[in-house]
């Protein structure tokens, strides 16, 4: 190879590349698979329209004895759903989906819109609630942030190599989302399990109220703040030997709780 200063290129010899992998040979990877359950026509032909323009794979149910029967049939991405259904309402298909090993992220859409309604969609394991009517953009943003916390989630070190979280006599696997106390399982609802996890996953630190329902819960349910001591409550009375008198998970008075590891 030589400069040539007259005409300021390069000259060199001719090398002659082989022909590259053609990539449209390469399969794609496969669609994310969601199940919408809404029984308004409207609302579900909106829906379909931008989730399938996001690229995701979109089964529609207008009932929830349908929606029960597809949740059954086949293993779902996300689940979206309505609560208030001829047949089977959303709540009975939630608690279907939570009693299923598979875990489903699901999304709680509906009219109805009280703290009450709220609380008790997230406590049956809803992992988000959106009241109606809401922003399609919002709802969208909020379907790809629960998959890409699912994706994360199976694509970390220690997902991939099946490893589980320790802190004492509890053990925890993020993958199938099981726990132990004492190699004794524990059947923790999804919510119970992500608390747990957390505090697994950050021994001895301090966290507020607010803390905890921004890190487990989402942005999104700020102002909820006692539903972190309902579920700490019911965590207690699962990993702790006497529950009034906790030891694990215990309290740090006008703070927050803590994950004790002198005894966890």
Known sequence: MRIRPDIGTIDCPLILLGRGPDLSMLPLPPKKRI???????????????HLSDEGYEVTQAADGVTGSRLLAAG???ALVLDLMLPGVDGLEICRQARASSHYTPI?????KTSEVHRIL????GADDYLPKPFSVLEFIARVRALLRRVDALKQSPQAADNLKLQAGPLSLDPLSRQAWLDGQALELPPREFDLLMFFVQ???QVFSRIDLLNRVWGYQHDGYEHTVNTHINRLRTKIESNPSRPERIVTVWGVGYKLNTSTA
């Open 121 to 124: 969609g997230l406590e049956v």
């Open 202 to 204: 950050h021994p001895g």
């Open 107 to 111: 999304i709680i859409i509906s009219a």
């Open 75 to 77: 293993q779902w991405d």
């Open 35 to 49: 199940l919408l359950v809404e029984d308004d026509p409207g609302i579900a032909d909106v829906l379909v329209l």
